[in-house]
């Protein structure tokens, strides 16, 4: 079935510096979506994207779909220890009656 | 945004006994309801989709005699963990959607549950 790989899974980052957590998927989908859950929190919703090559941007996450719609970034610019957490991409299964989420990449940011 | 809440948020039971968990979604109606379990330091496992007036659609893996899910208005699912033992030890977190079954998921607070 379809499943939606995410890398890094640890991600440890100086205060400031950039980084970048890649989301694949083994079947075109037709959206993902990005969580990022707080530690001791639940996931909370970030942004959907559906075209093909699109791009959003909040603040200093810039999220991308590939042009392909089977992968997907979210890029983190000059990290603050508020992006402490896990961020989970998630893409419907093949069947589209359900999210399949990635593993998530854990960001630990040192000050 | 959308407000999903989840009772209780920790509970502790002895081993055999059932817990119950609530989900509830408070300012719209949910037709369907999602529930997760999570282990430290993982993604989200999803147990089970909650259809409204229907019986639920279990994922593969998971036992439905032991993970029953009632899902009997359009704000309200529950699951009743049964015959509790230390293994199901977990934290459970339900989410619901307005939009569609793969459309943006909100998200309850969660439940950690610690059986004993």
């Known amino acids: 079935g379809q499943q939606v790989m995410q890398i890094p899974q640890y991600q440890h980052v100086q205060e400031g510096e950039d980084f970048t957590t890649y989301c694949n998927s083994s079947t075109t989908l037709s959206n993902i979506q990005w969580y990022k859950q707080r530690p001791g929190g639940h996931p909370v919703f970030l942004i959907q994207?559906?075209?093909?090559?699109e791009v959003k941007k909040q603040k200093r996450l810039t999220f991308q779909f590939g042009e392909a719609k089977k992968n997907s970034s979210l890029h983190i610019t000059a990290t603050q220890t508020t992006d402490v957490g896990t961020y989970f991409c998630a893409g419907p299964s093949s069947n589209d009656y359900k999210l399949s989420f990635g593993a998530g990449t854990t960001v630990t940011v040192r000050a | 945004g959308a407000v999903v809440s989840q009772h209780p948020s920790r509970v502790i039971c002895k081993s055999g006994t059932s817990v119950k968990i609530e989900c509830r979604s408070l300012d719209f109606q949910a037709t369907t309801m999602f529930w997760y379990r999570q282990f430290p330091k993982q993604s989200l496992m999803l147990m089970a989709t909650?259809?409204?007036?229907?019986?639920?659609?279990?994922e593969q893996g998971v036992e439905k005699d032991k993970f029953l899910i009632n899902h009997a208005s359009l704000t309200l699912s529950t699951l009743t963990v049964t015959s509790a033992h230390p293994e199901d030890s977990s934290f459970y977190i339900c989410?619901?959607?307005?939009?569609?079954?793969?459309?943006?998921?909100?998200f309850g607070e969660g439940s950690r549950l610690t059986v004993l």
């Open positions: 989410s619901a959607t307005r939009t569609g079954a793969t459309g943006e998921l909100f």
């Open positions: 994207l559906v075209k093909s090559g």
């Open positions: 909650s259809n409204e007036g229907s019986k639920a659609t279990y």
